[in-house]
């Protein structure tokens, strides 16, 4: 720095007011008075001792007039955890420095010691470039904590995306699985349905089974004595109406069975009841099949008026238009409204009607429990002309627990017609009732 030699006072060079007027500019501070109006003393020497890193460690007492001055430097606690706290101490520690080099300036002037001027003027220059240095380095870390922010803000904004695609995934995922649990519940009630349906079904299963009855042959035996019976009643009212409707009986019984050598006129009936049953039982096979619901009913049309399409009711109007000829319907009654009736798949409401239905009842039972007993039962004749066996054979003249009544001369007698067929169901024999005439 250029400064005067003379030992008069000079002014100061250029450099130093320009050093001066910089440093009043970025301190924006005022002369703190070292002179006095009064007493232009000379300053006590100082003692100043400037760190090599620009910040000082200070101990100065400066008298001006008589006056003590203690310039005394920021002192903050430093956390070294803190580097913020850290850089705001080291800033206050500049600038009290760069106070104090100030304060030496000014000194150095009254009296004028260029040599003071000099070290002066060095130690605000450190200090400028102290703060200068510390301002660049705040500049620098605001410069990476932006970058640090915008590195983060660009980290987050990835891992953002990043999530958001997976919360998409995700709501899709849970989109198919609501779907698929949808699914699932309309399955599940479904299956709820059903096992409804199918406990409902084996509820009624078990309530039928509790509800048949235990056939055996004894029972056989007694339907088949009530199917004989019905068949023998049926037949009455269908001779009554012949003979009301002025048929010749002789000549109708012939054209069943002709030729046949009746011990008494009356037993020309056994002539009808075989064909009744010769109709009833045609083309039938034994087939098992459930009973109990026609066995339920003691008047077996209300059966048919209850359940009109059942099987039974099937059974009744097939064998009412086989049994009962368009001819004979006519003559006994002027007219063929039963069969039209019967033909539009009803049942007229008739005493007629009413006692066939009867016979049907106890035809149907029997053929449906010989199966129920046993599945190998077999339905078997006497043919016409045979010779009679009473371990196949019964007569209709007899009563049907008695003996046959022949005698040792049995094998004399043949068989003129079936009246009842025979069954084999097991072991068991139930023999066929048939009308027998003594051979020649």
């Not at 910040?55 to 580097?83: A, F, R, W, Y």
């Not at 004894?218 to 037949?235: C, Q, W």
């Not at 003979?243 to 056994?270: P, Q, T």
């Not at 069954?423 to 020649?440: C, N």
Request: charged fraction near 25%; aromatic fraction near 10%.
């Amino acid at each position: 720095m250029e400064c005067a030699t003379t030992t008069r006072p000079s002014k100061p060079s250029s450099n130093i007011s320009d050093i001066v007027s910089k440093f009043a500019k970025v301190c924006k501070l005022r002369s703190i008075g070292v002179f006095c109006s009064e007493n232009h003393s000379n300053l006590r020497n100082n003692t100043i001792s400037v760190s090599k890193d620009g910040s000082e460690n200070t101990s100065q007492e400066t008298e001006c007039g008589g006056i003590k001055i203690h310039p005394q430097p920021v002192d903050l606690p430093c956390k070294s955890n803190v580097c913020e706290d850290v850089e705001i101490i080291k800033l206050f520690d500049i600038v009290s420095g760069l106070k104090l080099a100030y304060v030496q300036l000014q000194e150095a002037h009254i009296p004028y010691d260029p040599e003071k001027i000099l070290a002066a003027n060095e130690l605000v220059v450190a200090e400028l470039e102290a703060l200068c240095k510390i301002k660049h380095m705040y500049k620098e870390k605001k410069l990476k904590n932006v970058k640090l922010k915008s590195s983060r803000s660009d980290l987050l904004k990835a891992e953002g995306e990043v999530n958001e695609k997976i919360l998409e995934a995700l709501k899709q995922n849970v989109k198919a699985k609501d779907s698929e649990i949808f699914h699932l519940r309309q399955k599940h009630q479904d299956l709820d349905l059903g096992n409804a349906i199918l406990l409902e079904k084996i509820r009624q299963e078990c309530l039928e089974r509790k509800s048949v009855r235990v056939w055996n042959v004894n029972v056989f035996e007694d339907s088949f004595k009530a199917a004989s019976k019905s068949i023998h009643d049926f037949a009455k009212p269908v001779i009554s109406l012949m003979k009301a409707s002025g048929w010749n009986l002789d000549l109708a019984a012939n054209s069943i069975e002709d030729a046949v050598v009746y011990s008494k006129r009356c037993h020309k009936k056994y002539a009808f009841e075989a064909y009744i049953a010769r109709r009833m039982f045609n083309k039938m096979s034994l087939q098992s099949y459930n009973v109990d619901d026609i066995m339920r009913f003691d008047e077996p049309f209300d059966s048919l008026i209850i359940h009109p399409d059942s099987n039974f009711a099937k059974f009744c109007r097939e064998k009412y238009l086989l049994v009962v000829h368009p001819q004979m319907e006519a003559s006994f009654f002027g007219n063929l409204d039963q069969r039209t009736f019967v033909l539009s798949g009803k049942h007229p409401r008739t005493p007629f009607y009413q006692i066939f239905a009867k016979m049907a009842k106890w035809v149907w039972i029997l053929l449906g429990i010989a199966s129920s007993i046993d599945p190998k039962a077999r339905l078997f004749v006497a043919n016409r002309g045979c010779h009679f066996s009473d371990v196949y054979m019964q007569s209709v003249e007899e009563p049907y627990e008695g003996a046959s009544g022949f005698g040792e001369a049995q094998t004399n007698y043949k068989v003129e017609f079936m009246v009842m067929p025979g069954f084999k169901i097991g072991e068991i024999l139930v023999k066929s009732q048939v009308y027998l005439s003594r051979m020649k």
